[in-house]
């Protein structure tokens, strides 16, 4: 079984273009649903290459209310602002409020086949 940081990797790269989640799916998919932070650490701790490519952390946000998510990090290296940018290059819209409709464009995570693989 990979450590923690890394099953956060790999369940993030599971994510599809133009969907999002919250930090507390991804903690819930690995049966640690209090470890939102934890998700938040590993993702601000990507190498280079690993945000540029394999990790889509962009798709991973903050918790807005039930059935929203925004924009939460304030890592200099993969800015709000970048974030929001590559989100709205995959389709995602922002509303008024910056804030992304999770009815509209979140995904409801990896099947229990692909999860059991994986843990």
């Keep these: 079984m990979a450590n923690v940081f890394e099953r956060i990797k790999v369940l993030t790269g599971l994510i599809p273009r133009g969907r999002a989640v919250t930090y507390g799916q991804v903690a819930a ?11 938040g650490w590993a993702l601000h701790g990507l190498t280079h290459e690993e945000a540029a490519g394999a990790v889509p952390w962009h798709r991973v946000l903050g918790k807005a209310g039930p059935h929203y998510a925004r924009v939460t990090t304030s890592c200099e290296t993969h800015s ?3 974030q929001r ?3 709205e290059d995959e389709g995602v819209e922002f509303d008024q409020h910056d804030r992304i409709d999770l009815t509209r464009f979140g995904w409801d995570g990896p099947t229990w086949p692909v999860l059991e693989q994986i843990l």
Aim: glycine share 6%; no cysteine; charged share 25%.
């Design 29 to 39: 998919w690995m049966g640690e649903p209090r470890a939102a932070r934890t998700v």
């Design 80 to 82: 709000a602002e970048l």
């Design 85 to 87: 940018q590559l989100l």
